[in-house]
């Protein structure tokens, strides 16, 4: 096992390698000129040269790689042309938010998603099946954006039951900053206020964010669960007089998890990477937020510090999924 861990984390240098490469690159061909965006459009063209000489555009962009992947491997990513800080201090600023939300978007998606799909399956051709087969469709189909418009609209327009923006109300101070999560901070500094403000704030984004996900595995599950049904070992277990939730949990469901281990952790890749849609829609001030700012403004070191972040994100993410799988079935670990 920690031989796997250190050739996993070896590749990592290959990846961000990979990621850095296509990144920077594909950033440099985006039409547009930051030095522009930085000077305004009433410049003089010596202000423009002289900013592109202090931000190395001036160089050719095989130069300007070099640059950067020496800093890189210093642990250094660059300042923001937007912000004019390091890159890191932002995403340090900002990350928090991100992963909180898809903490949160994720546990919906498992509580919800797992049950789900095992009903379906248990249920099998039943309203119950065809309820969750409609469910799921409209999960991996509508837009998040449209999905966050409807949601809005209903919850926060309609209903006024949830806000629509931000992670805090606007006449409440954020929590003492402990982990730079809300929810945490609240629980640990006891601030009861900033707690239900915080979890009615993350609510809606969050089931916006996870429905997509929680379609997938709950499509996933009932497969899964489907197919272990089936086999002998489930057959002789009801034969000597298993079942109820020992059978389903015990034999079926552990069983069933092993396949939808891999869903489960590309779902939370997901979540962590795809929400910046989500966050626009919500005015979250999250990384998502950050990056999509970045580009319009042409912000080459925010976004390959962002691509960054969530490539060593997956990587890691896969690296769990491969323990789990060792611990629901030993006959894995070798």
Do not use: C
């Not at 099946?129 to 418009?149: A, T």
């Not at 080459?300 to 060792?326: K, Q």
């Amino acid at each position: 096992m920690l031989k796997m861990i250190a050739k996993r984390l070896g590749l990592l240098i290959f990846v961000i390698f990979g990621v850095t490469l296509v990144t920077f690159f594909m950033s440099h061909v985006i039409p547009g000129d930051p030095a522009s965006m930085m000077a305004g459009q009433r410049a003089s063209e010596e202000t423009l040269q002289s900013i592109r000489a202090q931000l190395g555009l001036d160089q050719p962009v095989w130069i300007q790689y070099f640059y950067y992947m020496s800093d890189l491997l210093s642990g250094d990513l660059g300042t923001s042309i937007r912000t004019q800080r390091p890159v890191v201090e932002d995403l340090m600023t900002f990350f928090p938010a991100t992963l909180e939300l898809a903490i949160v978007a994720f546990i919906i998606a498992i509580l919800i998603g797992i049950p789900l799909g095992v009903l379906a399956a248990l249920k099998k051709n039943t309203f119950w099946d065809h309820l969750s087969r409609i469910f799921s469709i409209g999960g991996v189909s509508i837009p998040v954006f449209f999905s966050g418009l409807i949601a809005i609209l209903v919850f926060y327009g309609i209903l006024g039951w949830l806000p629509s923006n931000g992670r805090i109300s606007f006449d409440l101070n954020p929590p003492t900053h402990i982990t730079g999560f809300y929810i945490i901070d609240s629980l640990l500094t006891f601030d009861m206020v900033a707690l239900k403000s915080s979890l009615q704030h993350i609510l809606l984004p969050a089931l916006v964010l996870s429905y997509a996900q929680l379609a997938i595995i709950t499509r996933q599950v009932r497969a899964s669960m489907l197919e272990v049904m089936n086999q002998e070992y489930i057959r002789t277990a009801i034969a000597n007089g298993i079942k109820g939730r020992l059978l389903i949990i015990s034999y079926a469901l552990r069983n069933a998890l092993i396949p939808t281990v891999t869903v489960i952790g590309v779902a939370f890749g997901s979540l962590l990477g795809g929400a910046v849609v989500t966050e626009t829609i919500f005015g979250w001030p999250g990384m998502g937020k950050f990056v999509v700012d970045s580009i319009e403004y042409l912000d080459f070191p925010a976004m390959m510090g962002f691509t960054i972040v969530i490539s060593i994100g997956y990587v890691l993410i896969n690296l769990i999924v491969d323990i789990i799988y060792g611990l629901l079935n030993p006959q894995l670990k070798r």
